[in-house]
């Protein structure tokens, strides 16, 4: 059975730093294009982030470049979301998601498999 389950998610002080982590099973990460999605309360999920199966091409929405690193180890079966610099507008429920295609690697592609999130709160 094919699953994604994230991990490390949690509470943060603007201007501090989480790592989230999604590892899968059921299949093979290096097989598939990965990406995190997010959804603050209200407001429709939108990409933050994505990358190769290879990890040479990456992605990433504007408001986070510079502030978040997307990575994967595929030995581990294991992506990972370096969060730093966070701010109050992160906050959100953070998906772990897998594309079987990625067309433009200036967008995101659509996801073919989803994780069941983990919330990243950022506040003083």
């Known amino acids: 059975q094919l699953k994604l389950v994230e991990s490390g998610g949690g509470l943060a002080q603007p201007g501090g730093s989480l790592r989230l982590s999604c590892t899968a099973s059921g299949f ?3 097989d ?4 995190w999605f997010r959804q603050a309360q209200g407001k429709e999920r939108e990409g933050v982030s994505c990358i190769n199966s290879s990890g040479g091409s990456t992605h990433y929405l504007d408001s986070v470049k510079g502030r978040f690193t997307i990575s994967r180890d595929n030995a581990k ?3 990972y979301l370096q969060m730093n610099s966070l701010e109050s507008e992160d906050t959100g429920v953070y998906y772990c998601a897998a ?3 990625w067309g433009d690697y200036g967008d995101f592609p659509d996801a ?13």
């Open 77 to 79: 079966n294991t992506m």
């Open 99 to 101: 594309a079987l295609g």
């Open 32 to 35: 598939v294009i990965m990406c």
């Open 28 to 30: 093979a990460l290096v």
């Open 112 to 124: 073919d498999y989803w994780g069941q999130g983990t919330q990243v709160v950022v506040r003083s």
